[in-house]
Nanobody, 124 residues
Framework: QVQLVESGGGLVQAGGSLRLSCAAS????????MGWFRQPPGKEREFVAA??????????YYSDSVKGRFTISTDNAKNTAYLQMNSLKPEDTAVYYC???????????????WGQGTQVTVSS
């Protein structure tokens, strides 16, 4: 069983930055693929970013809407994934969820654990 707890959401002005954190339980965090998703008000949940780590290296994936502004990363010592969000726009307003794929599937991954979400609101 893996638990994911997001934090770092809040209210920020357009052009500002936030860093979301996702603390994960589990002894093999370094082998998980981690993803961030978001659900804007009244819309479906959508993919934001993903990261996988292996002996081959690290792979990162981003949606076109956040590429160049958001950065996904992990800290294995802290069992934590991060989403650094810069140049925020009002359309980035959403509940942000982190997710873990613990079964080593290939991209776009099959996430089997999800966090409870954290609200990000960007004012214009």
């Amino acid at each position: 069983q893996v638990q994911l707890v997001e934090s770092g959401g809040g209210l920020v002005q357009a052009g500002g930055s936030l860093r979301l954190s996702c603390a994960a339980s589990g002894r093999t965090f370094s082998s998980y693929a981690m993803g961030w998703f978001r659900q804007p008000p009244g819309k479906e949940r959508e993919f934001v970013a993903a990261i996988s780590r292996s002996w081959r290296g690290t792979n990162r994936y981003y949606s076109d809407s956040v590429k160049g502004r958001f950065t996904i990363s992990t800290d294995n010592a802290k069992n934590t994934a991060y989403l650094q969000m810069n140049s925020l726009k009002p359309e980035d307003t959403a509940v942000y969820y982190c997710a873990a794929d613990t079964t080593n599937t290939a991209y776009p991954y099959e996430y089997d654990y999800w966090g409870q979400g954290t609200q990000v609101t960007v004012s214009s």
